[in-house]
């Protein structure tokens, strides 16, 4: 079992920066792949960027070039550092930590913060 908990969402002016935080308690937090979801109103839940337990990073289309995700280890935490955001990007982020065992995928999701981008 893995706990999950988001921190750091909150109103952003467009062209601002954002850096959202998940604190991870529960299990082994290396050998999970991390990964931030976000979800906007009436839209389906999509991925925004995984980091494997190698650290290899991959991201949405959308986000290339603005958001960058990292892990600390030493901290269980992951964290996604938004820049030049804008409108589009309003939406409740999900933290997600995955594994796979024995042909299994373990998924646990954190509740979500709701990152707002207005003026």
């Known amino acids: 079992q893995v706990q999950l908990v988001e921190s750091g969402g909150g109103l952003v002016q467009p062209g601002g920066s954002l850096r959202l935080s998940c604190a991870a308690s529960?299990?082994?937090?290396?050998?999970?792949?991390m990964a931030w979801h976000r979800q906007a109103p009436g839209k389906q839940r999509e991925l925004v960027a995984r980091i494997t337990r190698g650290d290899s990073t991959d991201y949405a289309d959308s986000v290339k070039g603005r958001f960058t995700i990292s892990r600390d280890n030493a901290k269980n935490t992951v964290y996604l550092q938004m820049n030049s955001l804008m409108p589009e990007d309003t939406a409740v982020y999900y933290c997600n930590a995955a594994r796979e065992s024995g042909g299994i995928t373990y998924g646990y999701w954190g509740q979500g913060t709701q990152v707002t981008v207005s003026s």
């Open positions: 529960g299990s082994i937090f290396r050998i999970y792949t």
